[in-house]
């Protein structure tokens, strides 16, 4: 798994510009247009400035969209056309430990980002709690389990197109029906079931308790929900890429 | 012995549910300290065979051993003793060659303190000291592959798989290459080549094994298999179509094998030619005489048509 990382670093070192501009920007720019955009028409939502609300929110879909990304289309390059497992393969190296790395080191790097949008908003007037520091844990947690994800997928997909499918068919509803830019509340009853087996919703609401205060039982099993997710995730993603990498 | 594969079948399920045998009873042992040339046609199951090696590819049948560990339960054992040269150029294009070196140090875990001296060794090897700080996709595609070379020598391997190492190089940089193997060879690395340019198992190997439709169907050394299979002399032939085929027949009926080389017939173990049959067969057109060489026992054993 060292060895993974190692790569890792070597590549981190010369894209880590435009990747953390990326990263950084996006959910910025999501931040000022929804909660100034909305901010003025809405003004305050499920008890906090919408302004918070949102950039609170926007962690958990910067998490998202950060590791479920590399997850998906560096996994899928690096196994059918850069051949990259191949050669390591026949390292000392087993595809567990590949898995590991690959993930581990997408869960770093986007739980890290993630915490952009909090920086940026406190910039904005927002007064978090002492629970903020607990962040990072939340979006490395979720990223982990999205990362992991995304690998699955990569092994499931027939060709590098059928990503379309996953992202409109399955990212998108996820981004939406998490309570990120609009409470929950305010989705239909029969929507609610589907929020809670929502990863990402899970990771809104802890990264929201941990700035404005923590529900500590709720929140627990928010945590609870996330570990599952990743750990469900880690055995598929394992099993899809010893069929695809062991033949 | 650095490798054993005993009666080792492996098959592949094709999309409309055959089953496909790609390596099918193959026995094949390789001692400590050799060079084996692994020869055969594409599709022969030289490349199943290497993947097979590494627990890449699990057997359906058989035995493997690969210096003393039995693959796949100890192949990670065996994996970090053994370096692997791919057909594929897999390089990480974006790092340098010393980066991509400096992860597989890593991965085949070279001691921290180690994979400085044992970077700096594999460039020397492959003679990339100078282009250790270029980008992998700035190299050219001869140093590309010296690097992939590096690559499977960084952690010094006892036991090295070079997979096709020059198929598609300039005659130059496939000299370079056979220099390179030939320097490995030397220094007492077993080594495991497979190729299907004769020319590189005549130069390089101390014993061969030829491969057909997933098994070995002879083995010695390059000397041994021509006296074996194509003896000592060749006569080729030129002529019309039914000249050639006249040619066929008299040497068939003489006993002795023939092959169509282009344009020509090549008589197989033309020292045995008696002096009535050289009388028959002269008649004026154009004969070559050359020694045999491995290729024509490639062709005697395999077929002369690829399949």
Redesign the interface.
């Known amino acids: 798994m060292r060895g993974v990382w190692r790569r890792e670093l070597a590549l981190f070192r010369r894209y880590w510009a435009s990747s953390s501009f990326a990263s950084i920007i996006e959910p910025t720019i999501y931040l000022l247009a929804f909660g100034f955009g909305f901010g003025s028409l809405v003004g305050h939502v499920a008890g906090y400035r919408y302004v918070d609300f949102v950039g609170t929110g926007v962690v958990a879909t910067a998490t998202l969209f950060t590791s479920v990304f590399p997850g998906m289309f560096n996994t899928y390059i690096r196994r059918t056309y850069q051949h990259s497992y191949d050669a390591v393969l026949a390292a000392p190296v087993d595809v567990h430990e590949v898995v590991a790395g690959e993930a581990s080191w997408i869960a770093v790097k986007s739980g890290v980002y993630s915490c952009a949008p909090i920086l940026v908003s406190l910039a904005f007037g927002l007064r978090p709690d002492i629970g903020v520091i607990a962040v990072p844990i939340f979006t490395v947690l979720t990223a982990a389990g999205f990362a992991l994800f995304g690998i699955w997928a990569s092994t499931v997909v027939p060709s590098i197109n059928s990503f379309d499918y996953i992202i409109s068919g399955v990212l998108a509803p996820l981004f939406l029906v998490a309570g990120t830019f609009f409470p929950i509340s305010g989705l239909p009853h029969w929507a609610h079931p589907i929020a809670h087996v929502n990863p990402l919703y899970h990771c809104v609401e802890l990264v929201r308790h941990a700035v404005f205060g923590f529900h500590p039982l709720a929140d627990l099993g928010h945590v609870g929900a996330l570990v599952v997710f990743a750990a469900l995730m880690w055995f598929l993603a394992v099993r899809g890429m010893r069929r695809r990498l062991i033949d | 012995m650095a490798i054993l594969l005993r009666d080792v079948v492996k098959r592949?399920t094709d999309r409309d549910g055959t089953s496909i045998a790609a390596v099918d009873g193959l026995t094949l042992e390789v001692p400590d300290g050799v060079c084996l040339g692994l020869l055969g046609p594409n599709g022969a199951g030289k490349s199943t065979t290497m993947?097979l090696l590494?627990?890449?590819?699990?057997a359906d049948e058989g035995m493997i051993n690969v210096l003393g560990h039995a693959i796949p339960r100890e192949a990670?054992?065996a994996?970090?003793l053994m370096g692997?040269v791919?057909q594929?150029d897999?390089l990480?294009?974006?790092?340098t060659a010393r980066?991509n070196l400096?992860?597989?140090a890593?991965?085949?875990?070279v001691p921290r303190a180690g994979v400085r001296a044992a970077v700096d060794r594999a460039l020397e090897i492959a003679h990339l000291t100078g282009r250790a700080d270029a980008r992998a996709d700035k190299l050219s595609g001869g140093m590309r592959r010296r690097l992939l070379v590096a690559?499977g020598l960084v952690h010094s391997p006892r036991l090295v798989l070079l997979d096709e190492p020059t198929v598609g190089l300039d005659p130059q940089v496939r000299a370079d290459l056979w220099g390179l193997i030939a320097g490995l060879r030397a220094s007492g690395v077993t080594v495991l080549m497979s190729t299907h340019y004769i020319e590189e198992a005549e130069r390089l190997a101390d014993s061969c094994a030829l491969m057909s439709h997933g098994k070995v169907i002879a083995t010695g050394s390059p000397a041994e298999l021509i006296a074996d299979h194509a003896g000592d002399r060749v006569e080729e032939h030129e002529g019309s179509p039914e000249r050639l085929a006249e040619v066929e027949g008299l040497a068939r009926r003489a006993g002795l094998p023939t092959r169509r080389t282009g344009p020509t017939v090549s008589v197989l173990r033309a020292e045995r030619i008696s002096p009535s049959l050289a009388d028959s067969l002269a008649n004026g057109d154009r004969v070559v005489r050359r020694a045999a060489n491995l290729e024509d026992v490639f062709v005697m054993l395999t077929g002369e048509t690829v399949d």
Do not use: G, H, I
């Open positions: 592949y993947r590494t627990a890449q590819s699990r990670k054992q994996r970090a692997v791919p594929t897999n990480d294009e974006e790092l980066q400096e992860v597989f890593r991965l085949y875990r690559r």
